[in-house]
């Protein structure tokens, strides 16, 4: 049985982590702490994988069929795992896109399928949700599941 079993997507609890994990990523983005792209995250992961402290790999149903996607999201999960860097898999790219904000007019659009959260320097970051996604993952992990999912709620 899986985490989204035991606490439906519409609960209270996965509203709440669906809200942290927005405000997370918020935070991350207004302090220069959040990569986005799955290239990206592999340069950041190759070169300083001890300043992750959160990994988000986004999909929607038509990302299902994505085989590289998928294989790319494999090799990112293997990598963060053998790291003890947290996992959630998201879904809800539009909301994702709403919380993170359109890119720049004439820039190219942003791959928000794998961003990653590097580490705070200051507490006050647990106050932006950091703290709630991690629990939400070990709380995962003590029910083998590896990889929680986290559905944003449209707005």
């Not at 820039?107 to 709630?132: K, N």
Request: charged fraction near 25%; include cysteine.
């Amino acid at each position: 049985m899986t985490l989204e079993e035991l606490l439906p997507c519409d609960s209270p609890r996965m509203r709440a982590v669906g809200a942290a994990v927005e405000r997370l990523l918020a935070a991350a983005q207004r302090s220069a702490r959040l990569s986005v792209g799955v290239y990206e995250a592999a340069k950041l992961l190759n070169a300083d994988p001890d300043s992750v402290v959160l990994c988000v790999l986004a999909t929607d149903e038509e990302d299902e069929g994505d085989i590289a996607l998928q294989i790319h999201f494999t090799l990112i999960q293997a990598f963060c795992c053998d790291n003890d860097i947290h996992i959630v898999r998201v879904a809800g790219m539009r909301r994702l896109a709403a919380v993170l904000g359109e890119p720049a007019p004439g820039a190219e659009p942003r791959d928000l399928h794998c961003l990653l959260v590097t580490m705070p320097h200051a507490d006050a970051w647990q106050s932006h949700g950091l703290a709630e996604v991690a629990k939400y993952c070990t709380e995962s992990r003590d029910r083998n599941q590896w990889v929680p999912v986290v559905r944003l709620q449209e707005r």
